[in-house]
């Protein structure tokens, strides 16, 4: 289908380039196929090598195989991204969409699991580090627009109990985003925008779909989610925070701004889940939603 007259961006556009982390499954896969319909060029990355190939083989059939390029990767290993950010420079001297997306979701508690602090750390943080200290400086070079997106979560900005090291991992992706932000805004002609992506509860590998049980109606389907995110970069938006089928966009604006309040008012840590806050968090949320509706 040809794009509209709102749909045509000078990044998200034939003929750019794409690279995408994490492509062999959920997010960073269906970003690879929207991207593809579009008519970009795709560079797919991932340390699942048979997950790989089989992304690379399905958009093949949408971009033709010239257009793809299947460079197996684990980004928590900088030699391993330099040589990826070769390979696509010498394919296609330009990046134009930049998806810093590869992620595990591993179990980490406060004082429990300490070697999966470190494999979420190696993944959620110096993944994106490591992509983005390889990428960014030849993408300034670049004459023509590009950006740069880094997927971050909910759980990094409302920190809900349950998995302190993602909750961590994540909440160090929203720091150092805005701060790669601010810094390219501020660099004389720079035509690269940092973007942080907020999924929602999306139906991933990581959430259960690969164990081939049905999507749960809550949660969106990775597609729902790319083409979401990219509506919102085109639109300019840094912050793309993602509703699902359970949690709509006033909901969160309320928690996060609540998360805000446990420090600018003083209250308990995580004061939405201690038993003497909790009521009042609740109270807070009715009030807010109905002051909406
Ligand atoms: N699914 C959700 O509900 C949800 C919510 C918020 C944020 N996220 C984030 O979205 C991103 C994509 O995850 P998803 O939900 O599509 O899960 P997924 O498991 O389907 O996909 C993640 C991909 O990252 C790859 N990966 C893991 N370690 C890697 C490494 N070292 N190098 C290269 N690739 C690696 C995996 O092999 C996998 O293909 C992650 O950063 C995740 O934290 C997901």
């Not at 060029?41 to 010239?66: H, P, R, W």
């Not at 983005?132 to 004459?143: C, D, G, R, W």
């Not at 997927?151 to 790669?180: C, D, F, H, M, R």
């Amino acid at each position: 289908m040809a794009p509209t007259d709102s749909q045509v961006h000078p990044v998200i556009h034939e003929g750019r380039v794409a690279v995408i982390t994490g492509a062999a499954s959920g997010i960073g896969r269906a970003a690879a196929l929207e991207l593809a319909k579009i008519g970009l060029k795709i560079a797919v990355a991932d340390v699942n090598e048979d997950g790989l190939l089989q992304t690379g083989a399905e958009v093949a059939k949408i971009v033709g195989e010239a257009n793809v390029l299947v460079v197996p990767t684990n980004v928590s290993k900088l030699d391993d991204v330099v040589r990826l950010r070769d390979k696509v420079y010498e394919a296609w001297g330009e990046v134009g969409v930049l998806m810093n997306n590869a992620g595990i979701g591993l179990n980490g508690t406060s004082w429990d699991g300490l070697d999966n602090w470190h494999k979420i750390f190696d993944v959620n943080v110096f993944g994106i580090v490591n992509v983005q200290q390889t990428f960014v400086p030849s993408m300034l070079h670049q004459e023509n627009p590009a950006v740069i997106l880094n997927t971050g979560s909910k759980q990094g900005i409302t920190n809900p109990p349950g998995n302190a090291a993602y909750n961590a991992s994540k909440a160090a992706v929203k720091s150092l985003t805005e701060g790669l932000a601010h810094e390219l805004r501020g660099t004389p002609e720079s035509n690269l925008t940092a973007h942080l992506l907020i999924p929602g509860w999306v139906w991933t590998g990581m959430t259960g779909a690969n164990s081939g049980a049905e999507k749960p109606q809550g949660a969106w389907t990775p597609q729902e989610t790319v083409l979401y995110a990219l509506d919102q970069v085109r639109q300019g938006k840094f912050y793309i925070l993602c509703p699902d089928n359970e949690t709509r966009r006033e909901v969160d604006q309320l928690r996060i701004m609540w998360t805000a309040g446990d420090v600018a008012e003083g209250r308990p840590a995580l004061s939405r889940w201690h038993r003497d806050y909790k009521p009042l968090f609740e109270e807070y949320l009715k009030d807010g939603l109905s002051q909406l509706d």
